[in-house]
């Protein structure tokens, strides 16, 4: 059975500065997609980025990028430049035709 | 576009009564997925489904858990009869994996906080 692991419960960073939120996972699939979601305080659940596994290229999305490292299994989210706005709880999740999510992280970005 | 609807956003109840909750996934998207998601924890897959059929409801209480999606578009999830331990964000997702473009992209609704006293 597929699983993912987030590691870190809470993070905090410093406003400008860099975070990196890891993440590993476990499956026999050779295709699918990893995804990072963000999920503000009481709001909406919202895709940060999405890496499809056959892709080499590591996926980036403005100040967001992430590592994926294929034979390790491991998918990390990197945020530059943290804005406040960034404060939310970030989710790891694996994705074939069945999605399954880690347990989060809390990222708090300090002004 | 109009995005995943969900209602109603908030529901306390006493336990042992019943609630239920809907879901309008976003047009075209063949797949519809239910999950539970319990303060500080990830979102848990209650249910699955692709069009009006169901492809995974494994994790579903099935006691007092029951969901359908009649004629493959907007869905039902109904608790009866709820427990404390029920309380939490039930979340609608869908996505247009199985019903053309596949982006892989889940789109989720806000959510129906669910209280039981």
């Known amino acids: 059975a597929q699983t993912v692991t987030q590691s870190q419960p809470e993070m905090s960073v410093q406003e400008a500065e860099t975070v990196t939120l890891s993440c590993t996972y476990d499956t026999s699939e050779s295709n699918y997609y990893l995804f990072w979601y963000k999920q503000p305080p009481s709001r909406q659940m919202i895709l940060v980025i999405r890496?499809?596994?056959?892709?080499?290229q590591n996926a980036t999305e403005n100040r967001f990028s992430v590592n994926f490292q294929k034979a390790a299994k491991s998918f990390s989210l990197k945020i530059s430049d943290s804005q406040l706005g960034d404060t939310a709880m970030y989710f790891c999740a694996y994705g074939t035709y069945k999605y399954i999510f880690g347990t989060g992280t809390r990222l708090k970005v300090l002004a | 576009e109009a995005g995943v609807a969900q209602s109603p956003r908030y529901k306390i109840i006493e336990k042992r009564q019943s609630v239920a909750f809907w879901c309008n996934p976003i047009s075209g998207h063949a797949t519809l997925y239910w999950y539970q998601q319990i303060l500080g924890q990830g979102p848990k897959l209650l249910i699955q489904f692709q069009n009006n059929g169901v492809v995974d409801d494994s994790q579903l209480p099935k006691d007092r858990f029951s969901a359908e999606r009649l004629k493959g578009v907007d869905s039902t999830l109904k608790i009866q009869p709820a427990k404390l331990e029920d309380s939490a964000v039930y979340l609608c997702a869908s996505t247009t994996r199985g019903g053309g473009a596949n982006t892989g992209e889940l789109f989720f609704g806000e959510g129906s906080r669910l209280t039981v006293l």
């Open positions: 890496q499809e596994a056959y892709k080499q």
